[in-house]
């Protein structure tokens, strides 16, 4: 059975920093493609940053240049640095990986206090 599990979210004022984790378990290959979405209360999930074979990370616009993607893939892990986090990132963060399908984790919240 494969799992993602995230970890990492929290309450942070503007300008902080988080670190979020993502482990899966249940694989016997890496993810060709893993990464983060993220959904707002009333917005649509979007991308926020991800690994696809054969690029360099892509980003959502809005976080390029203060988020970094990142992985272990000896330990089939995901991370995502959040740096100068704003209002505007609160939202549910959502690892994400693919391999023949699409496999999500639970969710992790994030607040971001002005």
């Known amino acids: 059975q494969v799992q993602l599990v995230e970890s990492g979210g929290g309450l942070v004022q503007a300008g902080g920093s988080l670190r979020l984790s993502c482990v899966a378990s249940?694989?016997?290959?890496?993810?060709?493609?893993m990464g983060w979405y993220r959904q707002a209360p009333g917005e649509q999930r979007e991308l926020v940053a991800q690994f696809s074979p054969g690029t360099s990370p892509t980003y959502a616009a809005s976080v390029k240049g203060r988020f970094t993607i990142s992985r272990d893939n000896t330990l089939k892990t995901v991370y995502l640095q959040m740096n100068n986090l704003k209002v505007e990132d609160t939202a549910v963060y959502y690892c994400?990986?693919?391999?023949?399908?699409?496999?999500w984790g639970q969710g992790t919240q994030v607040t971001v206090s002005s």
């Open positions: 249940g694989i016997r290959y890496n993810f060709n493609v």
């Open positions: 994400y990986g693919h391999n023949f399908r699409d496999y």
